[in-house]
């Protein structure tokens, strides 16, 4: 959902703002009665009788999401974990994908099969095995684009977790450590990282209704966390120095700026989630003892024109509405 290479200037070209266009899209695209969370969320929500079925479905993009010099075990590997990272995201369980990939002409029959063995391989790995999809060339040499669809279900007794249902007061926190996940030669943390599944699942476990809303973060926190404030309607306070950063980020950003970096730099795969006030949160969860921190809070909105999110540094609010990814740019 974002670059690999990101530009100095990250923001949208004048033509195309994907934020407009995902708002005409959820305004015009109506939920029959079977459909519980439509567009918007994590995944989409369908009632089968009596029960819930998840969907998602993402797209991986030479020049954007991946440089040419990438190779076909990475990108394979890349396009299922990030779908996984939005079942994480629900708390939910993979079990099965669906892939459809747009080929270059000048692609080797041998490079081909690479990808496919790797798309495979992976999504077995997980629990989610690929069932079908499609292929077809390019009618000129244009980019290698990939497009997996994820199929999931809830955990027995656990319920999917949005992104809305979070509340005035709620504590936020974030697994891992955040920035640094794009390296300059196109490497890093965006092809290797494990999606937060056991870990998603152990919270929601262990806070039950204390969980009140979880999301991935894959655009950076800065705008990711203004979309999770936005879907509870309220506004995320982000402390700076709580934030933790990847040794990446701190090298890519010296030690007193790899915040902006953690803010910023997206490509994280790591999960944001909201827990109600005064509830104790561990400092590690899952069978990886991966790290849980407090990064802030969310609060009211003191009126309808407050932005969604406020970063302090030092104490003093910093304009942080300019960082992070935008997909639509290299």
């Known amino acids: 959902m974002s670059a690999d290479s990101p530009r100095a200037d990250s923001t949208p070209a004048a033509s195309f703002a994907e934020e407009a266009l995902l708002a005409h899209i959820y305004s015009t695209v109506a939920g029959a009665q079977h459909v519980a969370v439509g567009p918007g969320d994590d995944m989409a929500v369908i009632k ?52 459809a990939c747009v080929l270059p002409r000048s692609m080797t029959q041998a490079r081909a099969q690479e990808l496919v063995d790797a798309l495979s391989q992976t999504a077995s790995h997980f629990g989610a095995p690929l069932i079908g999809g499609d292929t077809c060339l390019h009618v000129g040499n244009g980019p290698l684009t990939i497009s997996v669809t994820v199929l999931a279900q809830p955990h027995e007794g656990v319920k999917p977790i949005l992104r809305g249902g979070a509340r005035a007061g709620d504590q936020l926190f974030v697994t891992g450590a955040l920035g640094g996940s794009l390296a300059k030669d196109g490497g890093g943390h965006h092809f290797t990282f494990e999606p937060r599944l056991a870990e998603s699942h152990a919270l929601a476990r262990l806070l039950g209704d204390d969980l ?27 402390i700076a120095e709580q934030l933790p950063c990847t040794p990446a980020c701190v090298q890519a950003h010296t030690h007193a700026n790899a915040w902006r970096g953690a803010l910023g730099d997206g490509e994280d795969y790591e999960l944001l989630f909201a827990v109600a006030a005064g509830i104790h949160v561990p400092a590690t969860i899952g069978p990886h003892n ?8 969310l609060q009211a909105l003191s009126s309808p024109n407050d932005i969604a999110l406020v970063c302090l540094h030092n104490h003093q609010s910093v304009d942080v509405s300019k960082l992070g990814h935008w997909h639509d740019s290299i």
């Open 48 to 99: 089968v009788h009596g029960g819930q079925f998840l969907a998602a479905k993402d797209l991986l993009v030479e020049g954007r999401h991946f440089l040419p010099t990438a190779s076909m075990a990475q990108i394979g590997r890349k396009a299922v974990t990030r779908n996984l990272s939005d079942v994480a995201a629900m708390a939910a369980r993979p079990v099965a994908i669906l892939a």
């Open 212 to 238: 009140h809303a979880m999301m991935d973060l894959s655009d950076g926190l800065a705008r990711d966390g203004a979309r999770f404030a936005q879907a509870s309607a309220l506004q995320a306070v982000i």
């Open 290 to 297: 991966t790290p849980l921190t407090c990064i802030g809070s």
